[in-house]
């Protein structure tokens, strides 16, 4: 039966043909993404966990993380390979997982080229990358015919394995593209010196592998529309290697944006929602298979209406799988507002695993951790009080209920959502809104006795048998002569609107939040067309790779970003997105000034000293972004010990008394830890 609000995306799809065929219940894919766990034998069964929620939350294909066809194509030492059938009998606990819960999975083949992190690594030339310490050999030739048919074995192991699919990732920048690209192929053999030589190998990844694996097994091709760096593809090229590569037996084209060499932001916040969907359409004008669309798509309205213009047949969706394996059943069962979206800021996951360090999500601290941090339903009757309804206290009050406690919410403000609230007003921040509207309906969903505009005091939590204090945090105002000055404003002041800065500003404080209070100075909200623009984003067709010259942004405040370290300015922010942060600052004109002594404030601005020598920053609003203190006040008033006998009443026992978030340790506090510290105190419960 058609469904009524999503028809296309939620129609079946058959891929393949005979025994292989393999038939989709919906067009969802759950897009490749490393997690870490794909590394080690023993994270086999948290692996299988992982995909098997995912599997059962209804989504139509899932793709695993890529694994290397040699071990010179591995991502970093001893990462993940497909070269044994021991490995494809280790991989049956996976397959077996998803099937067992409804779903299909197929295996990527990813060989990383001269991303490899490694000093065995490979590529068609010897070109180091410039996100890489390690310069790769160049392939003989007998080493690129061994590699095309070490990626066709990888692809048949796949098979014995039980995967439904293969996936050949072809973008990004690894080793495919980087055969693809005049930019990393000089090569004068028949793999190289042509665009139509360079296309060669992955032709004969893909012919190779459809020779081992037979007519009908699905083949999906992960190709890169927008290579999105000098030396990239032009859209000629990628259509003639399109069509190539669909004679030689793809089934269906995945598509990929960008190299991750490329300095245009693809996928993180501020790149505007569904921003590359053109390209799809445009490949599926060439195409006769079936064309899934990707990146910066995380609503099921979105995808629906990409399917719904005809400008792809499947969508993928990495990160907002793992923010809610249930995305699929929720939008099935018409609870789309019930979805917990991703919001693209890449801290939990992408962050993660770029450091080594195993992928989760923000929004859902379970995501891969799903054998480990676990809601279990309670059989005691109890009750939960949770004061203060910023991230920590949200995410414990939604878990407590989730168990089974019944939870009341108290909340000092008018709104809830504490500092979070603050940060959707950044530009290119507008999906953190997302979050607040996620836990809204939950607590609604759930039955959380939510008080508003409630200062909790220790009277109000007696008799409660466990009580979270998630009071969060305030401002620091740091101790400089004048900060008094009617000039000075907090971030919170500016971001919510209570203060608006005059045209010349001094940022005192670098963190994420004075990076994020610079962007909101500076810019303006910006449609597609200007944040292409901005990004240098042109037409393939008619520029190499898709670059442009940037058009330069016009700023809308002349800002000073200041900070007493010495180290270069957002140098702690993000690893996958921090450095778009700071292009977005020099793009707007952000004057940085690093090693600074605050002297004092006055009429003229912010005195400081720098390298010994002091200077005035003039300005007619000076905005703290120092950080944060924590407010404890009512957790101190419920542990400090009774005065005399009687006074202590309301104070609750310490056994049942729990601090979390900023409220507990304030330095460095981000909704990241916030909501898994949430999320775990519960759970300890
Ligand atoms: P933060 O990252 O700790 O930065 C605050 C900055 O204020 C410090 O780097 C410090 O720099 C300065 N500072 C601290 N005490 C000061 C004092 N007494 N006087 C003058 N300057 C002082 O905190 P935040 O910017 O408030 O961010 C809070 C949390 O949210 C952080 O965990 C951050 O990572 C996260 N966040 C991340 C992002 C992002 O990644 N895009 C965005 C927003 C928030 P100096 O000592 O060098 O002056
Ligand atoms: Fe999305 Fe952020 Fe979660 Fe990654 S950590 S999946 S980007 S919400």
């Not at 941090?373 to 414990?396: D, E, S």
Request: hydrophobic content about 40%; proline content about 5%.
């Amino acid at each position: 039966m058609t469904h009524p609000l999503y028809p296309h995306l939620l129609e079946p799809l058959t891929l393949g043909a005979g025994d292989d065929a393999l038939t989709l219940r919906n067009r969802v894919v759950m897009g490749s993404m490393h997690t870490g766990l794909e590394d080690h034998p023993w994270d086999i069964d948290r692996l299988a966990a992982f995909f098997e929620e995912r599997a059962r939350g209804g989504v139509g294909l899932i793709i695993t993380g890529g694994y290397a066809p040699t071990k010179r194509g591995w991502l970093k030492p001893f990462a993940s390979e497909m070269t044994h059938r021991l490995h494809a009998m280790r991989h049956e606990r996976i397959t077996g997982a998803v099937h067992d819960a409804g779903g299909a999975i197929a295996l990527q083949v990813l060989h990383a080229g001269r991303y490899g992190y490694h000093p065995l690594s490979q590529s068609a030339s010897d070109k180091k990358s410039p996100i890489t310490p390690f310069k790769p050999s160049a392939m003989s030739s007998k080493e690129v015919d061994h590699t095309a048919t070490a990626f066709a074995k990888s692809v048949a192991l796949a098979r014995k394995a039980g995967y439904d699919a293969v996936e050949i990732m072809g973008s990004e920048g690894y080793l495919i593209n980087q055969f693809l690209a005049a930019r990393t192929n000089d090569r004068d053999d028949q793999w190289g010196g042509s665009a139509s030589r360079r296309m060669h190998f992955a032709v004969e990844v893909v012919r190779r592998s459809r020779e081992l694996v037979g007519d009908d097994f699905p083949i999906v091709y992960r190709i890169s529309l927008l290579d999105l760096v000098e030396g990239g593809q032009t859209w000629e090229e990628t259509a003639e290697l399109a069509l190539h590569l669909q004679a030689a037996g793809v089934t269906v084209f995945n598509t990929g944006i960008g190299w991750h060499e490329a300095r245009v932001p693809t996928i993180i916040t501020q790149v505007p929602r569904g921003a590359w969907r053109s390209h799809t359409a445009r490949l599926k004008q060439v195409v006769d298979v079936p064309v899934c669309a990707s990146n910066r798509i995380n609503t099921p309205e979105l995808a629906e209406d990409i399917l719904a213009a005809g400008e792809a047949d499947l969508v993928s969706m990495a990160r907002p799988l793992l923010a809610d394996p249930a995305f699929v059943a929720k939008a099935m069962d018409e609870r789309a507002d019930e979805i917990n979206t991703c919001i693209a800021c890449n801290q939990a996951c992408l962050d993660h695993v770029f450091s080594n360090d195993r992928a989760s999500c923000l929004v859902n601290p379970r995501a891969c951790h799903e054998t480990e941090l676990m809601l279990m339903p309670t059989l005691r009757k109890q009750t939960v009080a949770v004061v203060g309804a910023g991230p920590a206290g949200l995410a414990a009050a939604t878990s407590a209920a989730e168990r089974g406690f019944a939870v009341t919410l108290l909340e000092r403000s008018p709104s809830l959502g504490g500092q979070f609230r603050l940060a959707m007003a950044v530009p290119g921040k507008e999906d953190f809104a997302e979050t607040l509207r996620y836990f809204t309906r939950r607590l609604d969903v759930l039955g959380v006795d939510v008080r508003l505009g409630v200062e909790a005091t220790p009277d109000d939590l007696a008799g409660f048998d466990h009580v979270v204090v998630a009071t969060g945090v305030e401002p620091r105002m740091p101790d400089i002569p004048g900060i008094d000055h009617g000039s000075v404003a907090s971030y919170a002041d500016v971001l919510s609107g209570a203060v608006v800065p005059g045209k010349r500003v001094a940022v005192i404080g670098a963190g994420g939040i004075g990076v994020d209070v610079s962007v909101f100075l500076t810019h303006e909200p910006e449609d597609l067309e200007d944040w292409m623009a901005h990004w240098g984003v042109g037409d393939p067709a008619l520029h190499e790779g898709g670059l442009v010259e940037k058009k330069p942004r016009t700023p809308t405040r002349e800002v000073t970003l200041v900070q007493r370290k010495t180290t270069p300015i957002g140098i702690g922010l993000g690893k996958t997105s921090g450095w778009a942060h700071r292009a977005v600052l020099k793009q707007s004109h952000v004057t940085q000034v690093s090693g600074a002594t605050y002297d004092r404030i006055s009429d003229e601005g912010l005195h400081v000293t720098v390298d010994g020598v002091a200077r005035v920053i003039e300005a007619d609003t000076i905005v703290v972004c120092a950080g944060q203190d924590s407010v404890r006040g009512l957790y101190d008033d419920l542990t400090s010990p009774p005065v005399e006998q009687g006074e202590g009443r309301a104070r609750v026992e310490t056994r049942g008394l729990h601090l979390i978030g900023g409220a507990d340790v304030a330095a460095e506090l981000d909704a990241k830890r916030a909501i898994k510290q949430g999320t775990e105190v519960v759970a300890g419960l």
